[in-house]
């Protein structure tokens, strides 16, 4: 089922550089010529050209801590000030290409037994258009992606039959979830995902792992997560606005955005014909049920039960957002991060499924290879349509450089002169404020 002409971390490096020109060549210019999007801008490069010490890495922005996002700011800031920008992109783009690339990893052999399938599911769900610029190429919107890392991460057991004992790759693994964790405030979401580990897994040693990893989870939103005005009474939750929003974000941002692309979804939105939208929606989670049904005996029961789970918890995180958010609208073109992790689920659900399909049907050359060119040529149309959300102009990096050359050329004066330097911050401020990322005082 496995047989290869060349090894596994070959066939990982291939997939690594594939994803990596995906994402550049829909999001060029951010990444050739970084504009420091708004957080980056300002909790990065601003931030430590303000103050350059190490322990910034634990402040406090929007509420939480995002630990690993600051950490590699820290590193991106130590290069000569024309280079950071770009170092913080490429900081970006391994972290994309990481959580695109993970389920290929072996230990994911128990969702996909098949090593080509998996390698096929990762490249499809990087191909299709989720997010925007924003989300592709600032560093700490990465955030985000992280949150996909350690829920991946977690999920996956440590150990399987062939593998009994922890090796050097499980430390390391367990010390990546643990910065992801740190990384954003939804990690609370995760927990309910280890006592499900802890529950199902065979393996004392399994347990304990997962029960380090649910203290740690309790620890950040203890420690790196300030409280915020989320409403803690349970009538507040159940009112039938909430959940029929809930119903309604899931079926137009996740589900109809997620196969069709958020150009698709906003045009339907801004024409008042959101109702298309929705009975799209609907019509393939029927579609998609007709399909386990049709195939029931394929498919393993287990499999059901995990899709399941995965969709109460596409539900629930959608539902958070609007509680969170306090009944914040989410209809407009820019909300894409707070839908990407369940959109990526969704996909992940689809390609599981078809997977199975896949490994128990032979379907002949002729058919794989028509559904193949059709899969590519929606895969072309839809990121077609969804292009403006990965540009930026050549002018927004152009309008950075007087600033950031004056800190490259005056780095002296900057140590000595106070008031030069705070002249810089003002300025940089301004530029910000024009851009709309920061509000005008």
């Not at 399994?206 to 005005?229: A, D, M, N, S």
């Amino acid at each position: 089922m496995n047989k290869r002409l060349f090894s596994y971390e070959f066939y990982f490096s291939i997939l690594i550089v594939v994803i990596a020109c995906f994402i550049l060549l829909r999001s060029y210019y951010p990444f050739f010529y970084p504009v420091l999007h708004c957080e980056d801008g300002v909790l990065i490069y601003l931030s430590y050209f303000e103050n350059n010490a190490a322990f910034n890495v634990y402040d406090v922005y929007s509420g939480y801590i995002s630990l690993l996002p600051r950490l590699l700011g820290y590193i991106a800031m130590q290069f000569p000030p024309t280079i950071s920008p770009n170092i913080i992109s490429a900081f970006t783009l391994l972290i994309n290409c990481f959580a695109y690339s993970l389920f290929y990893l072996k230990r994911f052999r128990f969702l996909v037994e098949n090593d080509q399938h998996r390698f096929i599911i990762c490249l499809i769900i990087a191909a299709f258009p989720l997010g925007n610029f924003a989300l592709s190429s600032s560093l700490i919107y990465s955030s985000w992606y992280l949150l996909w890392i350690a829920c991946l991460l977690i999920y996956a057991p440590f150990f399987s039959k062939e593998k009994k004992t922890l090796q050097i790759s499980d430390f390391i693994i367990f010390s990546i979830i643990v910065l992801c964790v740190w990384s954003h405030p939804l990690s609370i979401f995760l927990a309910p995902l280890c006592v499900y580990r802890l529950i199902v897994s065979p393996s004392w040693k399994e347990r304990y792992l997962q029960f380090f990893i649910l203290i740690t989870i309790f620890l950040y939103f203890k420690l790196g997560v300030v409280p915020t005005e989320v409403p803690t009474n349970l009538n507040h939750w159940l009112t039938l606005q909430r959940w029929r929003n809930g119903i309604t974000y899931t079926l137009g941002r996740v589900i109809f955005e997620g196969l069709f692309g958020n150009s698709a979804r906003y045009y339907f939105y801004s024409t008042l014909q959101a109702p298309i939208v929705y009975v799209s929606s609907l019509s393939f989670i029927l579609g998609f049920l007709l399909l386990i049904k049709a195939h029931f005996s394929i498919i393993q029961k287990v499999d059901i039960r995990r899709i399941f789970i995965i969709f109460l918890i596409i539900f629930g995180l959608t539902l958070f957002m609007i509680i969170s958010r306090d009944g914040r609208p989410f209809v407009g073109e820019w909300e894409n991060r707070y839908f990407l992790l369940q959109k990526m689920m969704l996909l992940l659900s689809i390609g599981v499924i078809t997977s199975r399909i896949f490994s128990s049907i032979k379907f002949s050359t002729v058919s794989q290879f028509s559904l193949s060119i059709l899969l590519v040529l929606y895969l072309l149309v839809i990121n077609q349509f969804n292009v403006k959300y990965y540009a930026t102009s050549r002018e927004a990096f152009n309008e950075l450089q007087p600033l950031i050359e004056r800190v490259s050329q005056q780095q002296t004066l900057f140590r000595t002169d106070s008031s030069y330097k705070h002249q810089f911050i003002f300025d940089w401020i301004a530029l910000y404020q024009q851009r709309g990322c920061l509000q005008k005082k």
